[in-house]
């Protein structure tokens, strides 16, 4: 068995204290020297390894959750360990190696860039693949939206083609109604100003998150999905698998984050996504107890003999991790095959469709490779 998550960025796992402690040393690292001798945090010290890659990058007030959000998402802090995250004072750049690789940098809240004239615009905004702006929607956020309404013009301005993803954020322990509210309040506000100021069509969405629910890895998925060349294809391999094997949902999980970057086309709902999101959680627990499957040599003759008489290789499904539960309640299975080093495909099964795992082992045979196919010609191209 394989799907041993790689691990994200510089942080790795760790305890809160760990991880303080290690953006601290981040922060603190010599800052890069100016022609004039003066020091600057100059976004564009950034090393080779960290070009051309699509960049998230997360705005928005102080204390508005930034830090927790990417440390949740990419780092899988517990969410209760947020509440011990220094304040960011320097820009966070994390590399993700991931199946695109992706940069996520964290700004802090105290800053503006766009009055501090020691930023390079395009050397932020020049391969932006999203701009994330965060609001605290547990707070006042009038101030947030009259700085994220600047944001926007500047950048619509400038850099028309950026996605403005805007996360109403800390929505938990907040009442389903007033959530909406909120959303509309601050939706026609940006709305409003926008089209005072002549941007109708501003690329703007809106999502309701929270850390402590999975609507945050939702509202990722969302974002990173738009990042995805030819999304429409893998959709259509996905719709193709669901129809032929009566899948009632099916799911391309990028493992360690369970940001799904696509789903079939049927209307998708939370429920669905939290199973199959634990379940990857269940499998990545088992492998980390488990290890790499190692046979004895004896019990691999005993495998490979009488009356099988073939390599054991040739006589297994699929090398890589594979797996189906069915739940007591439900009585619908859920699979769950390992694509690659960072993709995993988890499906809900419909309930007849137990009887039949040859022809679906088969179908998800075919949609891996598929798969695979496609991972190979995009990363060419790009
Ligand atoms: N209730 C709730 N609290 C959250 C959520 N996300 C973050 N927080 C809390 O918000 C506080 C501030 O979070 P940070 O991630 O440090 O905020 P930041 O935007 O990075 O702040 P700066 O680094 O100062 O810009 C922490 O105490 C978090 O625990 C959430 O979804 N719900």
């Known amino acids: 068995m394989s799907l041993n998550p790689p691990f994200y960025g510089d942080y790795g796992h760790g305890s809160a204290a760990q991880l303080s402690l290690q953006r601290y040393y981040q922060q603190i690292l010599p800052e890069t020297q100016?022609?004039?001798g003066t020091k600057s945090s100059d976004p564009t010290a950034v090393g080779a390894s960290t070009k051309s890659k699509p960049r998230l990058l997360l705005m928005g007030q102080r204390r508005s959750?930034?830090?927790s959000i990417s440390s949740v998402v990419f780092h899988k802090l517990p969410p209760n360990?947020?509440?011990?995250?220094?304040?960011?004072?320097?820009?966070?750049?994390d590399s993700m190696a991931s199946f695109m690789d992706f940069q996520v940098w964290d700004f802090p809240g105290q800053i503006d860039i766009f009055e501090d004239n020691g930023f390079d615009m395009d050397a932020i905004f020049g391969e932006i693949g999203a701009l994330i702006w965060v609001i605290d929607a547990q707070d006042d956020y009038l101030e947030a939206v009259a700085?994220?309404?600047s944001t926007i013009a500047i950048l619509q301005s400038r850099y028309p083609n950026i996605n403005i993803e805007v996360f109403?954020?800390?929505v938990d322990g907040l009442s389903d109604d007033y959530k909406l509210d909120i959303q509309r309040d601050i939706t026609i506000r940006i709305q409003d100003e926008l089209s005072d100021q002549g941007y109708e069509n501003a690329p703007v969405t809106f999502h309701l998150t929270s850390i402590y629910n999975h609507s945050i890895f939702e509202a990722f998925s969302k974002v990173i999905q738009k990042l995805i060349p030819r999304l429409g294809t893998l959709e259509s391999m996905l719709d193709n698998l669901c129809r032929t094997c009566r899948f009632g949902k099916a799911y391309l999980f990028d493992v360690l984050s369970k940001i799904y970057i696509a789903t079939d086309s049927s209307p998708a709902d939370m429920a669905s996504y939290e199973i199959c999101s634990d379940y990857i959680d269940v499998i990545i627990d088992i492998t980390d107890v488990y290890g790499t499957w190692h046979r004895s040599e004896e019990g691999r003759k005993r495998l490979e003999g009488e009356p099988w008489n073939g390599k054991l290789e040739d006589q297994v499904g699929c090398p890589t991790v594979e797996s189906c539960l069915v739940l007591h309640d439900s009585k619908k299975p859920i699979m769950l095959r390992e694509v690659d080093r960072y993709l995993a495909l988890v499906a809900i099964m419909g309930e007849d469709s137990y009887d039949k795992m040859p022809l679906v082992n088969m179908n998800v045979e075919a949609t891996v490779e598929g798969l695979t196919e496609f991972f190979n010609i995009t990363r060419r191209k790009k």
């Open 34 to 36: 100016k022609k004039d």
């Open 147 to 149: 700085r994220l309404n």
């Open 65 to 67: 959750g930034k830090s």
């Open 168 to 170: 109403i954020h800390k």
């Open 81 to 93: 360990e947020t509440l011990f995250l220094e304040s960011t004072v320097r820009i966070q750049k």
